[in-house]
């Protein structure tokens, strides 16, 4: 690409000198080789949308399948750990820290819990745990990917009943350890009425709207989450009648707009 460029010599005389740049615009190499054949046929082009390996009930292996496919995922780590000393005693961090009493010395892993969604019907968590900061967080990161789930939305409130997919359109209940949590679907307009924690999940997966009752140790963020996410899995296994799927503005996966485009 040849771009002209006006250079002043001199600001007395106002002498302009053009000069033609040549910029070499790189090449993006794709280092990702597939080792599946799920990974093959996304590399070949012969699977172009993520709705196809959910709807034939496909197993991801590879995080370059879900790189390809949604392109723009979104990431963030949770806060469930707890900071340790005299100046920041109880305040939340993304790692969590445990330590291992040896003849050598203490061992210490970090744990951390990433979220991914694009914020349109999908959203994946996982955590990741090493030795190092750096290495558990990339490790969460990835498993997330590899744990992708697609959230059933719809608008289940009666003081609503919009018929957009805003919420969820039922109530649902998930369970991990003693952690129980309901989610109840809320009007339009009402936000996330849900732990902090939670709430970051929810709009990763696209629901704007939600009310929640929590039972049990909700103060053990993982349990909490984990049955926040058996919960959203819960809620594409209750089958529901064909006169439902417009009244409750049921939709599964992304959403799209008239001309066929993501939402």
């Not at 093959?40 to 496909?58: M, S």
């Not at 359109?169 to 307009?189: H, Q």
């Not at 696209?206 to 140790?217: E, F, L």
Request: aromatic fraction near 4%.
């Amino acid at each position: 690409m040849v771009e002209q460029i006006k250079v002043k010599k001199s600001k007395a005389a106002d002498e302009e000198v053009v000069k033609d740049i040549i910029e070499e615009v790189p090449e993006i190499v794709d280092t990702w080789k597939p080792a599946t054949n799920l990974g093959l046929k996304v590399k070949n082009g012969e699977i172009t949308d993520i709705e196809d390996i959910f709807n034939q009930n496909l197993k991801i292996l590879e995080v370059g399948v879900v790189d390809s496919l949604l392109p723009n995922l979104s990431e963030e780590l949770l806060l469930i750990g707890q900071a340790k000393g005299k100046f920041g005693g109880g305040q939340r961090r993304i790692f969590r820290q445990t330590q291992k009493k040896t003849k050598e010395g203490n061992k210490i892993h970090f744990l951390t819990c990433a979220v991914v969604g694009n914020k349109n019907g999908y959203v994946g968590v996982a955590t990741g745990k090493s030795k190092e900061t750096v290495p558990a967080r990339d490790k969460s990161k990835r498993r997330a990917r590899l744990n992708l789930i697609r959230v059933r939305r719809g608008c289940g409130s009666w003081q609503c009943n919009c018929q957009e997919p805003h919420s969820i359109p039922f109530a649902v209940e998930g369970k991990c350890g003693s952690a129980k949590i309901t989610l109840i679907p809320a009007p339009k307009g009402k936000g996330l009425c849900v732990e902090k924690e939670c709430a970051k999940i929810l709009e990763m997966a696209g629901v704007k709207d939600i009310w929640s009752k929590t039972s049990g140790q909700t103060k053990t963020k993982l349990n909490l989450v984990n049955a926040l996410m058996d919960a959203l899995k819960n809620l594409s296994q209750i089958k529901y009648r064909p006169e439902d799927l417009k009244k409750l503005g049921i939709s599964e996966g992304k959403l799209k707009d008239r001309t066929g485009e993501e939402a």
